[in-house]
């Protein structure tokens, strides 16, 4: 039996730093481990400080994640304070974490995960005139004439000439998993180009509400968004207006761009819906509230559990049955490596053991290997994300997200098991986004209208004085992110943070194994059924890992199997 060992360290076009391990057989990978190398401790920087600005501190967390910890972090507070936001306010979070899961979306499928599937010399050899009668048949995008993809054709090739690919530098240009043809590799590399200048625009309503971006201002109690249509230092209807039509750009560039070049590459790669399933169990927290955060009949999305695969029943969420474990993490509990704590009692204790030896893991089970802890949902580890947002819609009865399910399974010719695997993970981040971009502008009715029947308040200071507030409290703040279910839980003491935990989508996803050996989401997928086709070249890893959206760094190395590197490929 062919034994081929293979590290992936770090994994690029993603945020953050991970490394992952895998173990192959005959092309197949049999075992994988997920590894966390950085700590951030987010949550001791917290104790002690004034729960009113802790959305500011937690937003720091990611710089692309910005909008939605300091969303998390309002609503927890508010939680713990009993305070309820005016509706107004309600509405600008709203179009606020809708646009940044659509800006996150389309630049996670073109500038993280598409050149996954798409070859960019590859359309060095295309005729753009083919590229050109192509896209039309698919979409009626003006961009897409011949003129237009030869444009960026002849930029492609002066890199080339130059001895270099600008941004498209040390991929796997030529490997055999790609499967486009170079027409279609050209359409998708000239989409990627605009959607730079795209994502740029539209993220504008953040600086519109928030008064810059990244890092917007938010405000526990509501927003800082004053409205006064006759003021010019206020959201006025000048700059309604512009909202308006950011919004209006956002969807037609998701529906005429990103989701026809997601359904047109995805047919190409139908085998993928057989590959990196994972765990089977999904957790959804649910997102967008049309009313008080607390009525959770009023969510856009759905909130559920969905356990081995089963969409004949959508299991209820309860926060309370969340437990963090250590077994495998870098950490230490006051109660000991088999506790696991709901995050009121969470603990932060790094104990840093050193760095796994590779491979060490097959003789030792207890090594720890990762700074993420393990998240259980009543022991289970489960998978967070559009895929799980999606399946508890569509098993909840949501109507406009069954139609597009639906819609989208049939242009591939698919069956609803596609959905389990990392093709369905991709076409899940797609079908989201389209759904928002056409949920934007109802928000964006809702709120003009309320303005226009009197009703501008966007805080509700009642309860801002420290003085009201009780001797203790806690709070629950809720928030499914565009990379899946977010936690943010705070206690408060006599006017400050006593703890604050944070469970943040990738913890769910990169969870490292518990002590009954359960694997997390990332681990799980790289063991379903996953081809390794050529272990200096890992593509099919990046395929999947990719899949799930980690929260960058700047290199691969695959190593023999005696830890040496053999080869190195950088890639943006």
Same mark, same amino acid.
């Given at each position: 039996?062919?034994?081929?060992?293979?590290?992936?360290?770090?994994?690029?076009?993603?945020?953050?730093?991970?490394?992952?391990? @895998?173990? @192959?057989?005959?092309?197949?990978?049999? #075992? @994988?481990?997920?590894?966390?190398?950085?700590?951030?401790?987010?949550?001791?920087?917290?104790?002690?400080?004034?729960?009113?600005?802790?959305?500011?501190?937690?937003?720091?967390?990611?710089g692309?994640?910005?909008?939605?910890?300091?969303?998390?972090?309002?609503?927890?507070?508010?939680?713990?304070?009993?305070i309820r936001? !005016?509706?107004?306010?309600n509405?600008?979070?709203?179009?606020?974490?809708?646009?940044?899961f =659509?800006?996150?979306?389309?630049?996670?499928?073109?500038?993280?995960?598409?050149?996954?599937?798409?070859?960019?010399?590859?359309?060095?050899?295309?005729?753009?005139?083919?590229?050109?009668?192509?896209a039309?048949?698919?979409?009626?995008?003006?961009?897409?004439?011949?003129t237009?993809f030869?444009?960026?054709?002849?930029?492609?090739?002066?890199f080339?000439?130059?001895?270099?690919?600008?941004?498209?530098?040390?991929?796997?240009?030529?490997?055999?998993?790609?499967?486009?043809?170079?027409?279609? #590799?050209?359409?998708?590399?000239?989409?990627?180009?605009? &959607?730079?200048?795209?994502?740029?625009d539209?993220?504008?309503?953040?600086? =519109?509400?928030?008064?810059?971006?990244?890092?917007?201002?938010?405000?526990?109690?509501?927003?800082?968004?004053?409205? #006064?249509?006759?003021?010019?230092?206020?959201? #006025?209807?000048?700059?309604?207006?512009?909202?308006h039509?950011?919004?209006?750009?956002?969807?037609?560039?998701?529906e005429?761009v990103?989701?026809?070049?997601?359904?047109?590459?995805?047919?190409?790669?139908?085998?993928? &819906?057989?590959i990196?399933?994972?765990?089977?169990?999904?957790l959804?927290?649910?997102?967008?509230?049309?009313?008080?955060?607390?009525?959770?009949?009023?969510?856009?999305?759905?909130?559920?559990?969905?356990?081995?695969?089963?969409?004949?029943?959508?299991?209820?969420?309860?926060?309370?049955?969340?437990a963090?474990?250590?077994?495998?993490?870098?950490?230490?509990?006051?109660?000991?490596?088999?506790a696991?704590?709901?995050?009121?009692?969470?603990?932060?204790?790094?104990?840093?053991?050193?760095?796994?030896? !590779?491979?060490?893991?097959?003789?030792?089970?207890k090594?720890?290997?990762?700074?993420m802890?393990?998240?259980?949902?009543?022991?289970?580890?489960?998978?967070?994300?559009?895929?799980?947002?999606?399946?508890?819609?569509?098993?909840?009865?949501?109507?406009?997200?069954?139609?597009?399910?639906?819609?989208?399974?049939?242009?591939?010719?698919?069956?609803?098991?596609?959905?389990?695997?990392?093709?369905?993970?991709? @076409?899940?981040?797609?079908?989201e986004?389209?759904?928002?971009?056409?949920?934007?502008?109802?928000?964006?009715?809702?709120?003009?209208?309320?303005?226009?029947?009197?009703d501008?308040?966007?805080?509700?200071?009642?309860?801002?004085?420290?003085?009201?507030?009780?001797?203790?409290?806690?709070?629950?703040?809720?928030?499914d992110?565009?990379?899946?279910a977010?936690?943010?839980?705070?206690?408060?003491?006599?006017?400050?943070?006593?703890?604050?935990?944070?469970?943040?989508?990738?913890?769910?996803?990169?969870?490292?194994?518990?002590?009954?050996?359960?694997?997390?989401?990332?681990?799980?997928?790289?063991?379903?059924?996953?081809?390794?086709?050529?272990?200096?070249?890992?593509i099919?890893?990046?395929?999947?890992?990719?899949?799930?959206?980690?929260?960058?760094?700047?290199?691969?190395?695959?190593?023999?199997?005696?830890?040496?590197?053999?080869?190195?490929?950088?890639?943006?």
């Open positions: 039996m062919a034994t081929t060992k293979v590290v992936v360290d770090p994994i690029t076009r993603i945020e953050g730093h991970l490394r992952i391990e @895998a173990l @192959a057989e005959n092309g197949r990978i049999a #075992n @994988a481990w997920a590894t966390s190398t950085q700590f951030r401790g987010i949550e001791i920087v917290m104790q002690g400080r004034d729960p009113r600005d802790a959305w500011a501190f937690t937003q720091r967390i990611c692309v994640c910005t909008v939605v910890h300091a969303v998390a972090s309002c609503r927890a507070v508010e939680d713990a304070l009993d936001i !005016p509706a107004n306010a509405i600008i979070r709203n179009l606020m974490v809708g646009m940044q =659509v800006q996150d979306h389309v630049m996670h499928f073109y500038h993280l995960h598409a050149l996954d599937w798409v070859d960019v010399v590859s359309s060095l050899s295309a005729d753009p005139t083919r590229s050109a009668q192509i039309a048949s698919i979409s009626p995008w003006p961009n897409n004439s011949a237009h030869r444009e960026v054709q002849n930029r492609v090739k002066t080339v000439q130059s001895g270099q690919l600008g941004i498209f530098t040390n991929g796997y240009w030529g490997h055999p998993a790609y499967k486009l043809p170079p027409e279609v #590799n050209l359409i998708a590399v000239a989409h990627y180009l605009e &959607a730079l200048d795209w994502q740029r539209v993220i504008r309503l953040h600086t =519109v509400f928030g008064g810059k971006n990244p890092h917007p201002n938010f405000l526990v109690g509501g927003m800082a968004s004053a409205i #006064n249509l006759d003021e010019t230092a206020t959201i #006025n209807a000048e700059r309604l207006t512009d909202i039509d950011m919004i209006r750009r956002a969807q037609r560039f998701v005429q990103y989701w026809p070049d997601l359904v047109a590459i995805a047919g190409y790669y139908k085998d993928w &819906a057989a990196g399933a994972g765990t089977g169990n999904y959804a927290c649910g997102e967008f509230p049309s009313a008080d955060i607390r009525d959770i009949e009023s969510l856009y999305f759905p909130r559920g559990i969905i356990l081995n695969r089963e969409l004949g029943r959508v299991h209820s969420y309860d926060q309370r049955a969340v963090e474990f250590i077994h495998s993490s870098w950490y230490e509990y006051s109660q000991g490596d088999a696991g704590l709901h995050p009121y009692d969470g603990e932060t204790k790094p104990s840093y053991t050193g760095p796994p030896t !590779p491979w060490t893991y097959l003789q030792d089970e090594q720890k290997y990762t700074w802890k393990a998240p259980r949902y009543e022991g289970k580890p489960m998978e967070v994300g559009p895929l799980a947002r999606m399946l508890v819609a569509y098993a909840s009865g949501h109507e406009e997200a069954r139609a597009l399910i639906g819609e989208a399974l049939g242009r591939l010719g698919v069956g609803a098991p596609a959905l389990f695997s990392t093709l369905g993970r991709t @076409a899940a981040r797609g079908i986004t389209v759904l928002i971009a056409r949920q934007l502008p109802r928000w964006y009715d809702d709120l003009v209208a309320r303005i226009k029947g009197g501008v308040r966007t805080f509700d200071g009642a309860k801002w004085e420290p003085s009201s507030w009780p001797a203790e409290a806690r709070g629950y703040g809720y928030l992110a565009p990379r899946g977010l936690g943010h839980w705070v206690r408060i003491a006599d006017g400050a943070i006593r703890n604050y935990q944070c469970v943040v989508p990738s913890t769910w996803n990169c969870s490292p194994r518990d002590a009954q050996g359960q694997m997390g989401p990332y681990e799980a997928a790289l063991t379903s059924n996953h081809p390794l086709v050529d272990p200096e070249r890992p099919e890893i990046l395929r999947t890992i990719h899949s799930f959206d980690p929260c960058m760094a700047c290199g691969v190395h695959v190593l023999d199997a005696t830890g040496k590197v053999i080869t190195e490929v950088k890639v943006q």
